[in-house]
T-cell receptor, first 114, second 109 residues
Framework: NAGVTQTPKFRILKIGQSMTLQCTQD?????MYWYRQDPGMGLKLIYY???????DKGEVPNGYNVSRSTTEDFPLRLELAAPSQTSVYFC?????????????FGNGTRLTVT | QKEVEQDPGPLSVPEGAIVSLNCTYS??????FMWYRQYSRKGPELLMY????GNKEDGRFTAQVDKSSKYISLFIRDSQPSDSATYLC?????????FGTGTRLQVFP
């Protein structure tokens, strides 16, 4: 079982460049999420989706965009990369959006913007 | 004041020790309490989940919730080097989920 797969694992971007972080899950989960993890700051929710075609902002959405055209895929787009977006990005999925449905995380994309 | 506070560590203990990891919180509406374990260069994975106050045991792990004190703990008995990881507490009310910053644990042989 692959679970949640994220690509790429690492990326270095120059300021102003754009990129898409890919995320796919094979558990047929309706709910998918993007988090960023910074030292001393914990996991912060960027965007989430409750199903194909439906997305919503999380706690820190500025500078990011998402789309959800299929149940499996939930890409995160950075349009104009800034040093403040240097972070580790985690995609996650769950069966439902409540405490009884644990989050299943991918192994992250480590992004550096210089 | 952060909604969830967690000591970042690192906490370094010898193999076989009892480990206590803790979080405090300020939002009395939190009802569900979780512990996630995160190995280096990996994503977090759910370790334990409890609802409301009380204890829950799973093998060498015990999760404890004290809602009156707004304090949760994770105890690890007979700690092993394979327990070396970052432990994140998480709390939720309905669909709002808040993570602690994580405590890094190192268990040395």
């Amino acid at each position: 079982n692959a679970g949640v797969t994220q690509t790429p694992k690492f990326r270095i971007l120059k300021i102003g460049q754009s990129m898409t972080l890919q995320c796919t899950q094979d558990m047929n989960h309706n709910y998918m999420y993007w988090y960023r993890q910074d030292p001393g700051m914990g996991l912060k929710l960027i965007y989430y989706s409750v199903g194909a075609g439906i997305t919503d902002k999380g706690e820190v959405p500025n500078g990011y965009n998402v789309s959800r055209s299929t149940t499996e895929d939930f890409p995160l787009r950075l349009e104009l990369a800034a040093p403040s977006q240097t972070s580790v990005y985690f995609c996650a999925s769950s069966y439902a959006r409540d405490a009884n449905s644990p989050l299943h995380f991918g192994n992250g994309t480590r992004l550096t913007v210089t | 004041q952060k909604e969830v506070e967690q000591d970042p560590g690192p906490l370094s203990v010898p193999e076989g020790a009892i480990v206590s990891l803790n979080c405090t919180y300020s939002n009395s509406a939190f009802q569900y309490f979780m512990w996630y374990r995160q190995y280096s260069r990996k994503g977090p994975e759910l370790l334990m989940y409890t609802y409301s106050s009380g204890n829950k045991e799973d093998g060498r792990f015990t999760a404890q919730v004290d809602k009156s004190s707004k304090y949760i703990s994770l105890f690890i008995r007979d700690s092993q080097p394979s327990d070396s990881a970052t432990y994140l507490c998480a709390m939720s009310q309905t669909d709002k989920l808040i993570f602690g910053t994580g405590t890094r644990l190192q268990v040395f042989p």
